[in-house]
């Protein structure tokens, strides 16, 4: 139970008894962890969390947003070993806006090829990825993004006010940046 910034509230926690005390604290137990940090984003109206891979090319920010088998951990595979690419995450990025635009964050949940940073870097541009046999890029429009980042948010489904905002947010993330 929360209140409605998620800034104060009870969290009644029932472990699973076969489980190492360890393992217990919520704010690391998989996926509450990831529950409460998508409720804080949308409650506070502070983000989104986003099925990605966040790559920051000497400033440049490239975010990769894909489904579970999209490629999102091979795509970081590729850009590992670049000169100046810091790999922010290969599978949970996210994403804020602040004055200077829409900013995205490494977080501590990685996909298979197990990057994760605690560094930032300006999106400049949202791709979409998924397995082919060719290799192809064009510019979607403001719609079709919005579909494909509704895809790949974390949404509160359960909180209308909450998916209100992330419905906005991505809305305004699909029609200020570039997207193919």
């Known amino acids: 139970h929360f209140n409605a910034g998620m800034t104060d509230g009870d969290l009644v ?6 489980r190492m005390a360890a ?9 509450l962890d990831q529950v409460l940090y998508v409720n804080v984003l949308t409650g506070q109206r502070k983000g989104a969390l986003l099925h990605a891979v966040g790559i920051d090319d000497s400033g440049q920010g490239r975010l990769f947003c894909g489904i579970s088998g999209a490629g999102k951990s091979t795509t970081a595979r590729l850009w590992c070993d670049h000169p100046n690419v810091n790999i922010l995450s290969d599978d949970r990025i996210i994403v804020r806006k602040s004055e200077r635009g829409f900013l995205m964050y490494g977080t ?5 090829a197990q ?8 999106v400049r541009q949202v791709f979409f990825l998924r397995q082919g046999k060719d290799h192809g ?19 509160t489904f359960w909180n209308p006010e909450g998916m209100a905002f992330t419905l906005s947010f991505l809305e305004e993330m699909a029609t200020a940046l570039p997207c193919y």
Do not use: H, K
Request: with cysteine.
């Open 108 to 112: 501590p949940w990685n996909g298979e």
């Open 115 to 122: 990057f994760a940073s605690s560094r930032s870097a300006a």
């Open 137 to 155: 890029l064009c510019q979607l429009s403001t719609s079709e993004a919005l579909r494909r980042l509704i895809m790949c948010c974390f949404a």
């Open 23 to 31: 393992r217990l604290f919520p704010v690391t137990s998989y996926p």
């Open 13 to 18: 926690y029932l472990p699973d008894p076969g």
